[in-house]
């Protein structure tokens, strides 16, 4: 039996009751759906903050994969609408950045990104159109930092006065903070106005060419090679390189071209960093002859010849040269005979025309067109940021005779005096390749370096005896009594090379490639005399005056 004697029933304060549990399900309602907020507010931040990231990594593939996967986000939409224009801008579609940049500041976003971050990042890789729109962006949100990079950009782009209205902007206690960078960009102004400004500077940075503003064109102040390059890339936006040539050096070269016609390379061991570039072409065209002018090599592509030959393991040796051989439908002629040759080093000691044909033949034609091919003949050449150096061509279609004319540098190939040095440097090193290079460093309008070389090295073939045989061919060219470059026996430091005398446009030219010291190389190097007469006393009589140069030690 239920006793209710003490119960009091009440339907207000069930009323009551009910309302509160309805209030503490929207409350709980209320702090799930903040914390749902929160949680996205939060997933929205790091995945901003993780595209902002990879932009400023240069990542851009993978920043780019991450905004398109933002269009589900509920927060963060301003600063995705800035990374996407950045994204753009990082990616060089300057109109797209440009047309995003304007939408957002029309429509008054508010954005949280690290904008110095990026404006450092633009200046620092001397982007300076980048740096230009961003900081141009920035500028009506006001503050000292987008002026400021707005003003290095304008100077960058030549616009001095722009640059200094920029600068009279700035607030005292920012001027007074960066003192050392603002005077440094009011003195780059002062030479703009000035109209001259150094940009290229040697390995001892001495200057090598500056920019005339007027002109809008490079002047050089050492002999023998074309700095437009360089002009093309300061008118781009400010910059300065300095560059593995020897200033001294090259003037030096320029007195022993005096009278003569032709180029000349030297390269620095091991990194074939180049210290001499000398161009003096007899057509007057002018330009980095040394470069890009391909020509006829002659018997120096013989040292190519000879490694296919050791490689293939025939041997023809010993043999009789009696000033021609038949090949094919014709004949191979020599300049000389040279009675018994007796192994492949004399051979190339003395530049045997005929010993050649009878190796290329038992060689065959495909070893040879592979040699040529892996020491860079028919190849895209070399480049060195915005410089481009030549490689040669060869023909690998033909019969016996052009095979024969092929493998002694006779007709149906081509090389430029780069590559020609290439080979010499490859065979000083024993098949390691290391790219050749002239620019060492480049610098932003601030003098902030925003680029260094670093060497490439590649191994072209085992470093075996077949190269060792190479070498001491190529030394034999000197030291042989019958060897090509006689005239240069005894000379300290010991050379290896090889020579070649061929038909150009104002008689014979004399073209030579080689390296020293032979026990430890230090220096490559590949000439051509135009019309200066045969390699073995013409090309002898101007190493001999080139050597004592670089044999004194580091230009």
């Not at 069930?14 to 209320?30: D, N, P, Y």
């Not at 003037?251 to 570039?277: H, I, K, M, Y």
């Not at 003949?377 to 940021?385: A, H, L, M, Q, V």
């Amino acid at each position: 039996m239920l006793d209710y004697k003490d119960v009091t029933f009440s339907f207000q304060d069930r009323r009551k009751r009910q309302r509160r549990r309805r209030l503490a399900l929207l409350l709980l309602a209320l702090l799930a759906g903040a914390a749902f907020l929160g949680i996205q507010r939060l997933k929205a931040g790091s995945a901003v903050a993780d595209a902002e990231e990879l932009l400023l990594a240069g990542r851009l593939e993978e920043a780019g994969q991450r905004l398109r996967g933002f269009s589900s986000l509920m927060f963060q939409r301003a600063n995705v609408r800035e990374l996407q224009a950045l994204h753009d801008l990082c990616a060089g579609r300057l109109e797209e950045a440009g047309a995003g940049f304007r939408r957002l500041r029309a429509d008054g976003a508010a954005t949280t990104l690290r904008s110095g971050d990026f404006l450092s990042r633009f200046l620092d890789r001397g982007e300076y159109s980048r740096l230009e729109a961003y900081a141009g962006y920035l500028l009506p949100r006001g503050g000292d930092e987008a002026r400021w990079f707005h003003a290095l950009a304008l100077s960058a782009r030549l616009d001095a006065d722009g640059a200094d209205r920029d600068l009279a902007g700035l607030s005292a206690p920012y001027r007074r903070a960066n003192a050392k960078a603002v005077g440094l960009l009011a003195g780059f102004n002062r030479s703009l106005r000035g109209g001259r400004v150094d940009c290229v500077f040697d390995r001892n940075d001495e200057p090598l060419a500056y920019y005339d503003v007027r002109r809008g064109a490079s002047r050089p102040l050492v002999p023998g090679m074309d700095f437009a390059p360089f002009a093309a890339q300061f008118r781009a936006g400010t910059r300065s390189f300095r560059l593995t040539l020897d200033a001294g050096l090259q003037r030096r070269v320029d007195r022993l071209f005096q009278g003569r016609f032709g180029s000349l390379v030297v390269l620095e061991l091991p990194e074939s960093a180049v210290v001499a570039a000398y161009s003096r072409p007899r057509s007057g065209r002018g330009g980095d002859a040394a470069f890009r002018e391909a020509f006829n090599p002659g018997s120096v592509v013989k040292i190519v010849s000879l490694l296919a030959y050791l490689r293939s393991g025939a041997d023809v040796f010993p043999l009789e040269c009696r000033g021609n051989v038949a090949a094919g439908r014709g004949t191979v002629y020599d300049l000389e005979k040279h009675g018994l040759v007796r192994d492949p080093a004399q051979a190339l000691a003395r530049s045997c025309n005929v010993a050649f044909t009878r190796m290329a033949h038992a060689a065959g034609a495909d070893a040879l067109a592979e040699m040529l091919r892996r020491f860079f003949f028919n190849g895209p050449g070399w480049s060195d940021r915005f410089l481009r150096f030549a490689a040669g061509r060869f023909d690998p279609s033909g019969d016996d005779l052009h095979l024969a004319r092929l493998a002694s540098g006779l007709d149906g190939i081509t090389l430029t005096t780069m590559h020609a040095a290439v080979l010499a440097a490859a065979f000083a090193q024993g098949g390691e390749h290391f790219p050749p290079y002239l620019i060492d460093d480049a610098k932003n309008v601030l003098g902030i370096g925003y680029y260094r070389h670093e060497p490439r090295p590649q191994r072209l073939l085992a470093d075996d005896l077949d190269f060792l045989k190479v070498r001491q061919a190529m030394a034999a060219v000197v030291e042989d009594g019958e060897g090509t470059l006689r005239r240069l026996r005894g000379i300290r430091p010991r050379l290896a090379a090889k020579t070649g005398t061929v038909a150009g446009a104002a008689g014979l030219d004399a073209v030579i490639a080689g390296f020293l010291p032979y026990e430890r190389p230090r220096y490559a190097f590949a000439l051509r005399l135009e019309g200066a007469g045969r390699a073995d006393a013409a090309g002898a009589d101007f190493l001999r005056e080139l050597l004592p140069l670089l044999s004194a030690g580091r230009p």
